[in-house]
């Protein structure tokens, strides 16, 4: 059956240019994800071990470094799992974030976000597959350049692909080795170091030399993406009790994978800040146990690109599928395969992965951080809205702050975010906002498209109405 839409100006009326018939929604695909799987995905969705974290010390010295991993997680990363705790339970469906904000804001914002935050996440993970080749290029120097690199990275991309697109049950359970691999010489290295720690060197820091563009995207990027599981929430076992499980025990995960590895690192050798830069850490294990240990961490942190892969493409190509069950994507992104995955919006997040394989480290870093801080406010502003025009909705998790509290907890997020984006270069810049604009471009011409009927689109009829404010 087809159900009515709510335009931006806040009336309710028939979907734009009539949505062909509904297309049911498949609810027996296969497994769903229990806990341990979705603690993990969330790890690697955020995390993946402190590989990538080396930056913060040679941009601010341990104190600061030390520092920005204990009070960062307290202004950003609690918030956002909390708020995605909230909304994920409230919209237990794969549309995740652009749900919230077409809930709140209206379809155009919904498409935006989901835009900005579809292409941050193709963005970042065109890292992974060129950061596990760089792990393995000491011991097959022909993987460091040329034509056998790109080669490596197509392969590489195929298979991962293959995986996931073999269903999100398998991705979760090797999600879970992975992790466990990827923690546990970090682990060990941590023991190792207890004898020769040095309190003194946690303390070197001076704030009027720190690179604050280079210290504050390093800390964002490795953490945040919370939300992103919010796209997976249709396919967990009783979401409203497993995500905000999972969100709290891959937050202690995450915290604690970053700050005692730091802590050993820094405390256990001789300061040389120059050499903090990613991949340091495999010099680091070499200095405090050995070259066999620092074997073991350049394994776990090839293993810790393939997992971070793997569970960014899951949520990128269930936020297209979700989309397409709310009729704002073409009704073609919504279909299945056999093992329950969304078959069109995998190739187009492993082609995406591949056109932006070229760009450098840093400038992935900063430009999905770029977009993804638009992405955020939305998120926020949504949030907070939904709080004001729907505060009797069934919110099986609730933040237990009241609608003040909820603006107030958004303040130190936004603030972070104005700093994040006042510290970009120019040309991050430029190719953000461009990115942004091809999004108010891409929403017209969809809308054209369904209103001259050239492409089908359909709201599964097994989804409830997401405008709460109306109820």
Not at 347 to 358: I, K
Not at 377 to 387: D, G, P, S
Request: with cysteine; glycine share 10%; charged share 15%.
């Amino acid at each position: 059956m087809e159900r009515e839409i709510e335009s931006q100006n806040g009336e309710v009326s028939a979907p734009p240019g009539e949505l062909n018939e509904s297309i049911p929604l498949v609810t027996h695909h296969g497994r769903k994800l229990s806990l341990l799987p979705l603690i993990f995905l969330i790890f690697y969705d955020v995390s993946g071990g402190p590989f990538g974290i080396e930056d913060t010390v040679g941009a601010a010295g341990p104190l600061f470094a030390l520092v920005g991993f204990l009070v960062f997680p307290i202004i950003w990363s609690i918030p956002e799992a909390l708020i995605t705790a909230e909304m994920g339970t409230m919209f237990p469906e794969n549309g995740g974030y652009v749900v919230w904000v077409t809930s709140a804001l209206g379809p155009f914002w919904g498409f935006q976000q989901g835009w900005m935050k579809w292409l941050s996440g193709v963005i970042d993970n065109a890292l992974y597959p060129a950061l596990f080749l760089d792990y393995l290029k000491s011991g097959v120097p022909a993987l460091g350049g040329g034509w056998p690199r790109e080669v490596a990275v197509i392969g590489l991309t195929a298979i991962l692909t293959f995986l996931n697109y073999r269903g999100l049950t398998i991705v979760g359970w090797v999600a879970v080795i992975l992790g466990i691999l990827s923690i546990l010489p970090f682990a060990v290295m941590c023991l190792i170091s207890i004898p020769k720690l040095r309190p003194r060197r946690w303390l070197v820091g001076n704030i009027r030399k720190i690179d604050w563009n280079l210290y504050l995207n390093t800390l964002f990027w490795n953490l945040n993406y919370w939300d992103s599981v919010s796209t997976l929430t249709g396919e967990v076992e009783n979401p409203k009790k497993t995500l905000p499980k999972a969100l709290f025990f891959a937050l202690i995960l995450v915290v604690l994978g970053y700050f005692f590895p730091l802590l050993s690192g820094t405390g256990a050798i001789p300061l040389n800040q120059q050499l903090w830069t990613d991949g340091y850490f495999s010099n680091v294990a070499k200095l405090i146990g050995g070259a066999w240990l620092s074997w073991w961490i350049t394994g776990a942190a090839a293993a810790a690109n393939l997992g971070m892969f793997m569970s960014e493409m899951s949520s990128d190509s269930f936020q297209l599928l979700g989309m397409a069950e709310r009729g704002m994507l073409p009704e073609i992104l919504a279909k299945r395969s056999r093992y329950g995955t969304p078959i069109l919006g995998i190739l187009l997040s492993a082609s995406g992965v591949l056109m932006l394989s070229w760009m450098s480290f840093q400038e992935i870093v900063a430009a999905e951080n770029f977009l993804y801080c638009f992405g955020m406010i939305l998120e926020f502003i949504a949030f907070v809205r939904l709080r004001f025009i729907a505060p009797n909705a069934d919110r099986p998790f609730k933040i237990p702050v009241g609608s003040v509290g909820a603006i107030l907890m958004c303040v130190l997020p936004t603030v972070l975010i104005v700093a994040v984006l006042a510290f970009s270069t120019l040309k991050v810049f430029i190719v953000s906002v461009a990115a942004i604009f091809i999004g108010l471009i891409l929403h017209p011409c969809i809308e054209l498209l369904r209103k001259k009927r050239w492409v089908k689109f359909s709201i599964s009829s097994e989804l409830p109405d997401i405008y709460v404010g109306n109820r």
